[in-house]
């Protein structure tokens, strides 16, 4: 067990980290592309409950209704509904004019139809992805790897440093029992830390998001 916690507790990044790559410029290369698409995918996945690559990347426009996202969890098909941040609303007015049905460019329905062409087309993508966000991670001063999966787990760190209720954590990240949100917080650091949720960049943000949410 401690084996365990010591390593998932190092997903979760903080909240200058995280002020850190909303600021962070990417330069003009052969990588920009893919770049820019992994820092927005982080961010989007932050900014809406740690939602994961999977669902993100099967999020289709119909999805979105009246400023709320709302899906089914692919892992689980549990239902979720969320208000669009200010920030999750800014990343997706950038791929508004993709062409897709889907809001990111990473599937294609017409072209991946199958389950084994989505889940190849997934696994391509999000390889390439998480290669670019370790590039992010070492431009922002992280000694850790950033990964997609770091997302959501900053978004579960930062709600229960808020003192959020572990039932409302459990809903949010579309968990199918209690059991696995609390596996899933018990390997974060339990440390005093209150420095960083006085940022008035995450109470402005997180205070709007949690005071506006209706999960169902």
């Known amino acids: 067990m401690g084996c365990l916690w010591a390593k998932t507790r190092k997903r979760a990044i903080d909240n200058d980290d995280i002020q850190r790559l909303i600021d962070l410029e990417i330069a003009d290369g052969h990588t920009t592309e893919y770049r820019r698409l992994a820092k927005d995918l982080f961010l989007f996945s932050y900014f809406m409950a740690g939602m994961n690559f999977g669902d ?7 999805d979105i209704v009246k400023g709320r996202v709302n899906y089914s969890r692919h892992k689980t098909q549990k239902l979720l509904s969320f208000q669009l941040v200010p920030m999750a609303l800014q990343i997706l007015e950038k791929y508004s004019t993709a ?23 997934l696994h391509k993508v999000l390889r390439k992805v998480n290669r670019e966000l370790k590039t992010l991670g070492e ?3 992280l000694e850790m790897p950033l990964t997609t999966y770091s997302a959501r787990h900053t978004y579960a760190t930062v709600l229960k440093r808020l003192g959020v209720n572990i039932a409302i954590i459990s809903e949010s990240l579309g968990h199918s029992d209690l059991s696995t949100t609390q596996i899933y917080l018990d390997s974060f650091e339990n440390s005093q ?3 960083a949720m006085q940022n008035l960049f995450y109470i402005r943000h997180l205070y709007y998001y949690w005071s506006t949410q209706c999960i169902e």
């Open 139 to 141: 431009q922002i001063g």
């Open 56 to 62: 993100i990347a099967r999020l289709r426009y119909k």
């Open 193 to 195: 830390i209150d420095v």
């Open 99 to 121: 062409g897709y049905g889907e809001v990111f460019p990473i599937l294609n329905r017409r072209e991946h139809t199958t389950p084994q062409q989505i889940f190849n087309r």
